[in-house]
């Protein structure tokens, strides 16, 4: 990432992207560039993927907000009637049409002290994701979710799996998933 991008293109979106098309990208955007992401480690180093981490969340921080939002487009000079003429072209990152839903950050949340398939569902639940968004973020099937919140590390193939899994679902919910891994396998073998 440039410094010189908007926050927009820090994002990938259009400036007349709605709101829960913000909160999307954003999503999208984090799950790329955390800490243990392939592709990021491969590309960026350390320091890098923080200082992109931390232009994701200015760029989030200022557009979710619509008055911070509003002075921003003003600094660019995009207008209403910009954001109406883009709107009527076609978006190329299809975007939810409903601007009424309210999906919250994830922001980075306090692992809890005992972690177990309950916590994670609960926590997921209090961000408001559903298993269905995070199945086709990660390509994790439902099943294996289901699995995950409850603590049945049967429906494996392997421990490998279920850790891979495990942290991609602990990342899609804003937990750290090192930690979060380390917590559930230590209360799975207290089951």
Known sequence: MKVSE???????ISTNASKIGIINAYREIKLTF???????????????ITA????????????SNS?????????L??????????KSQKDSLHLAPNDNI?????QSTAIPHNVCGK??????ESHAITLEYIANKTKIS?????????????????????????????SSIGLEPCLTWEKYLKNLKNL
Do not use: C, M, W
């Open 6 to 12: 908007s926050y927009y293109d820090i994002l990938h």
């Open 34 to 48: 955390q800490a243990d992401s392939v592709a990021a480690y491969s590309l960026y180093s350390a320091e890098e």
């Open 52 to 63: 992109i981490n931390q232009q994701i969340e200015e760029a989030y921080a200022i557009l």
């Open 67 to 75: 008055e911070t939002r509003h002075e921003y487009d003003k600094t």
């Open 77 to 86: 000079h995009i207008s209403d009637q910009t954001k109406l003429n883009e």
């Open 102 to 106: 309210d999906i919250p950050l994830v």
């Open 119 to 124: 916590t994670l569902r609960t926590v997921r």
């Open 142 to 170: 439902i099943a294996h979710l289901k699995a995950i919140e409850a603590n049945d590390a049967s429906a494996f193939p392997g421990v490998f799996y279920l850790k891979s899994y495990l942290k991609q679902y602990a």
